[in-house]
């Protein structure tokens, strides 16, 4: 019964947010910059949320997330550009089918690459990373460097807002499922995961697959909210900037990634006012952020300084280090 | 056009720019080798090399030779500066954490870069020699110059860790730091003295990179640091011979897809980057350790 | 029939053999102890019967079929877990969720009825968290059951790395030094724990051990290796008067 009480409290709490938010855009209190915000900081808790699964409960390091979610919202937009359906026909199934190819992308990815561990795999996932990205860039079908214009504008606030909801709800529950567990048995101790008598390799790919599908229903959205897409937005760089979303978050804690991609997202949009100063204090946040970690200042320290950790109980596993200990 | 002439000048080529991606690559194997962290920062020191040769040679009239050394001197100061204030404080820390702030002392740098001097591109002054003719081959001096720098650097550099004895400390303390440190090893001193190595030769290859394509940008580095560090993989990351093998294999791939595939196909410039990746991503399901690594089997 | 059968094992590591030509066998329900100096291979020799090292030559039968080229994994289903030398836990997870990570093989719900919380996942769950309680209760881990595995004292993880690999309702269980690193206390209550396994489980167990007090008291059977070759087989009265053994030990020939 206690369980039900606290869905019940978080389904309020996050009603009433969309209400406020919702009221406010309709009042024009937040203009249509901020539900731009609004919504691109969604979107990075999408792909954060999902790189999480991989890096955060499957421990392994993933340099490459911002390819899955090309390749879905690639996918989807080529479906809703030339399918002739109705917008509530044509978007889910577009978003289904570009996270599908995403996770098929992700599988075929995988079953190699996961062959790897720690670093290797990192710079193996940033190889396959810059091939998505450098394939689209050359094929005809998605125009090349000019990139797609013209997308259908069917991603909003509230779209987006409900589909960051149930996506982060599926995570929360898949976690505390039996994949879930054998998934956070593999980064504590793949050997002895092994001698219980679970195939690693297919729990890390699963892990790895379900991670791009999300990305990819991620692309998806951006696709549609953005409406032009070109291949440069999916560089190397964006996949730093999901994988600082999930470090800083504590890795392994879905509510600690959520709130980091909150933070980073204002923090971006603070910096806006100091214009070609913003990446400098951006950098300098970020390397503070790291030492202060570093020496035990973390935002599960905070959350528990506010007493919010035990609501939200979320977290896994806090400091892990990556390949070999030591 | 005489097919084998083509491939050998664009062997050159590749020696040429591989060699610059070695001496890049020899930076972020030494440091991963004692410390485990992918220096992202370290194709930004090698423009911070270039830019600080380029204010030597523009607003102060020295010659390229002494720009070169202060160039060296001031990234060996900076490298080390960034290891004491950014990357000690994470030491025992997970070592994603200090990836993360790696990349964030790369972007400081691209950044700081940028207001202070711009982020269009500028000419650097680069040497008008005539290029030597022999048969068919054009051999510019530039190319002379950066092959037989960075070969003679490796050779010191390779000198300078077998056989003095902080050399050998380092060695010692890339294989375990903590029995080196039982050894008695300043583990501290060794780490300082690999960012400072590793840093003044990407500062060098910096300059070398800027000559070759006579110009500098704050971001110049990126690209070609993100390049030494595949090279440093496909070598075996952590082991010095493979820094060198793997920058210039790499360098020679590259001037072959562009320079002579191309003429077969014409697309092939495009595509040049995938294929380095695809390379990559092969070496490693071969030989997950890279071309000269050992493959260490878990403790069971 | 013997329940597992090894027939002229061996494993060469490029050039070393830490393990050659090994026969063993064990009837079900033996307790047998492998004993042998440090290094002599005793590990390996697990290492290789759990597939997480694959013998180059000779075969492993278990249960009447061939194991030997089988996966880790695949060898547990046949009927075969461990424990580890340094313990490997699950740390970050609860001493409850050790369990249960074992128990995997046997639920079968889908990811999309665990997300959705269908009936099956509700069943099997309820069922899991029924079985993973019991066997805590066995180990008298149960109080323990939402603690981090790693915040337990170093007996009880041993004896929850036992519990875990019981899960996984095994014909043939190896221990490997479940002992090391324990105090007399420790080791007399592991005694009990084992005797425990044996009684309410009906186990076959292969036991790796250094303190001889423990593997003389408890085993029935003992082989001893060095040099990855077997030197002596018996009783532990016969193994104790056993002047190869002695040699093995005291470093002569």
Redesign the interface.
């Given at each position: 019964m206690k369980n039900k009480n606290k869905s019940l409290i978080i389904l309020g709490s996050l009603l009433l947010t969309y209400l406020f938010l919702m009221i406010g855009l309709s009042l024009g209190m937040i203009n249509s910059y901020f539900s731009g915000v609004i919504v691109a900081i969604l979107i990075n808790v999408i792909m954060a949320s999902s790189l999480t699964l991989v890096t955060g409960y499957l421990g392994e390091l993933v340099l490459g997330h911002a390819g899955f979610m090309a390749v879905g919202a690639y996918t989807s937009a080529l479906i809703t550009m030339n399918l002739d359906l109705s917008a509530a026909l044509e978007f889910p199934i577009a978003l289904l089918c570009g996270g599908a190819f995403a996770a098929f992308i992700g599988i075929l990815i995988g079953i190699p690459a996961l062959r790897l561990r720690g670093d290797y795999l990192g710079i193996i996932t940033l190889g396959f990373g810059e091939i998505i990205r450098i394939v689209l860039n050359n094929l005809k079908v998605t125009n090349g460097a000019k990139g797609l214009s013209g997308i259908p504008s069917y991603s909003n606030f509230t779209v987006t807002f409900f589909v960051t909801i149930v996506i982060v709800t599926a995570f929360y529950l898949l976690i505390k499922s039996r994949h879930g567990r054998a998934i956070i048995a593999i980064r504590e101790n793949e050997i002895a995961t092994d001698c219980v008598g679970i195939c690693t390799f297919y729990y890390k790919t699963f892990a790895f697959a379900i991670a791009a599908f999300f990305a990819g229903i991620g692309g998806g959205l951006y696709a549609h909210y953005l409406q032009v897409l070109s291949p440069s937005s999916f560089g190397f760089l964006n996949s730093i900037e999901y994988l600082i979303i999930v470090v800083l978050g504590g890795m392994g804690s879905l509510s600690g990634t959520i709130i980091a991609a909150i933070v980073l997202g204002v923090l971006n949009e603070v910096l806006r006012a100091f214009s070609e100063y913003r990446m400098l204090i951006y950098s300098l946040v970020l390397i503070s952020m790291m030492v202060c970690k570093a020496k035990g200042i973390t935002v599960g320290l905070i959350l528990d300084k506010l007493g919010l950790k035990n609501k939200l109980k979320f977290r896994g596993k806090q400091n892990i280090s990556i390949g070999k200990e030591g | 056009m005489d097919y084998g002439i083509l491939l050998m000048q664009q062997i050159l080529n590749g020696l040429h720019i591989g060699s610059i991606y070695a001496l890049i690559a020899l930076g972020y194997t030494m440091v991963y080798g004692i410390v485990?962290l992918?220096n992202f920062a370290h194709g930004d020191i090698m423009m911070v090399g270039a830019y600080i040769a380029f204010m030597m040679i523009t607003a102060f009239n020295l010659p390229l030779p002494i720009a070169i050394i202060i160039s060296m001197a001031s990234c060996a100061l900076i490298g080390m500066g960034i290891e004491k204030v950014?990357y000690k404080?994470?030491r025992?820390?997970?070592?994603?954490?200090?990836?993360?702030?790696a990349?964030?002392?790369?972007?400081?740098l691209?950044?700081?870069f940028?207001?202070l001097f711009g982020a269009s591109s500028k000419p650097f002054p680069t040497l008008s020699l005539a290029p030597i003719q022999i048969g068919a081959l054009q051999i510019s001096q530039i190319m002379m110059i950066s092959i037989g720098l960075s070969v003679f650097l490796m050779i010191a550099l390779e000198l300078f860790i077998k056989e003095t004895k902080l050399g050998k400390a380092m060695r010692a303390a890339s294989e375990d730091a903590?029995a080196a440190a039982l050894m008695g090893i300043s583990v501290n001193k060794t780490i300082s003295i690999a960012f400072a190595i590793g840093s003044a030769l990407g500062a060098i290859g910096g300059i070398l990179f800027a000559m070759a394509y006579p110009q500098i940008k704050p971001l110049m580095g990126v690209m070609p640091g993100?390049k030494a560090?595949?090279a440093a993989?496909l070598g075996g990351?952590g082991i010095l011979p493979g820094a060198m093998l793997g920058g210039f294999l790499l360098g020679i791939i590259e001037s072959i897809t562009k320079g002579f595939l191309s003429a077969f196909w014409p697309?092939a410039s495009?595509?040049a980057?995938?294929i380095l990746?695809?390379i990559?991503?092969l070496v490693?399901?071969l030989k997950?350790?890279g071309i000269l690594g050992k493959n260490?089997r878990?403790k069971? | 029939m013997a329940l597992l059968e090894v027939h002229k094992m061996s494993v060469n590591f490029g050039g070393i053999k830490p393990v050659s030509e090994l026969d063993l066998q064990i009837e079900e329900g033996e307790l047998i102890g492998l004993i042998g100096p440090n290094g002599a291979g005793k590990t390996t020799v697990f290492n290789l019967l759990t597939g997480v090292y694959t013998p180059t030559e000779g075969s492993i039968t278990f249960n009447g079929e061939r194991i030997d080229r089988l996966k880790t994994h695949q060898i547990v289903k046949k009927g075969i877990t461990r424990t580890f030398q340094n313990i490997r836990l699950f740390k970050q997870m609860t001493v409850i969720d050790n369990v249960k990570v074992a128990f995997n093989n046997r639920l079968k719900y889908s990811p999309l009825e665990g997300i959705l919380h269908l009936p099956r996942y509700k069943k099997e769950e309820a069922w899991l968290e029924e079985e993973a309680m019991k066997l805590l209760k066995i180990f008298e881990l149960d109080k323990y059951a939402y603690e981090l595995s790693m915040n337990l004292p170093y007996g009880k993880q041993r004896k929850l790395e036992i519990a875990r690999a019981l899960a996984g309702s095994p014909k043939l269980l190896l221990l490997d030094e479940p002992a090391a690193g324990m105090n007399p206390n420790e080791t007399n209550e592991l005694m009990q724990t084992i005797k425990l396994i044996r009684d309410q489980f009906n186990m076959t167990i292969l036991l790796i051990e250094h303190d001889m007090n423990l593997v003389m008291s408890i085993c029935e059977r003992l082989v001893v290796i060095d040099y990855g070759m077997v030197i002596a087989r018996g009783t532990p009265s016969e193994i104790q008067n056993n002047e190869k053994v002695i040699g093995a030990y005291l470093g002569q020939a």
């Open positions: - | 485990k992918i950014a404080p994470l025992n820390a997970p070592r994603m954490w200090a990836l993360i702030t990349i964030g002392v790369s972007f400081f691209e950044t700081l940028t207001i903590k993100l560090f595949i993989v990351i697309d495009l595509w980057d995938a990746f695809l990559l991503i490693l399901l997950p350790a260490v878990e069971v | -």
